[in-house]
């Protein structure tokens, strides 16, 4: 019933910056709380942020507070993820994620139920 588009990764170098969209189809984006995850080559998949279906919470991993931020248009379908001062270690293929209606956003990719098919990041150093 919902499908995730991620674009807007690329290739940059070390303290550059980055800003991914995903954009969500159906009518009911808006009650759906949204999710950031990536995951590097041969590690596991983890959190990166998260986005309560208002708008007003927002979550972090602690490996991007401070540099990453999370935000949504509900009028458009579209929830961003701004990354600046990027680092080596960011270089992963990033995730857009969506929760069932209205359920609380969460750290734990078992609580999302619609999954993009991903964009690369790679960070130079």
């Known amino acids: 019933q919902v499908q995730l588009v991620e674009s807007g990764g690329g290739l940059v170098q070390a303290g550059g910056s980055l800003r991914l969209s995903c954009a969500a189809s159906?009518?009911?984006?808006?009650?759906?709380?949204m999710g950031w995850f990536r995951q590097a080559p041969g590690k596991e998949r983890e959190f990166v942020a998260a986005i309560s279906w208002s708008g007003g919470r927002t979550s972090y991993a602690d490996s991007v507070k401070g540099r990453f931020t999370i935000s949504r248009d509900n009028a458009k379908n579209t929830v961003y993820l701004q990354m600046n001062s990027l680092k080596p270690e960011d270089t992963a293929i990033y995730y857009c994620?969506?929760?069932?209606?209205?359920?609380?956003?969460?750290?734990?990719?078992?609580?999302?139920?619609?999954w993009g098919q991903g964009t690369q990041v790679t960070v130079s150093s």
């Open positions: 994620a969506a929760t069932g209606p209205f359920k609380y956003y969460s750290s734990r990719a078992g609580e999302y139920d619609y």
């Open positions: 159906g009518r009911t984006f808006s009650n759906y709380a």
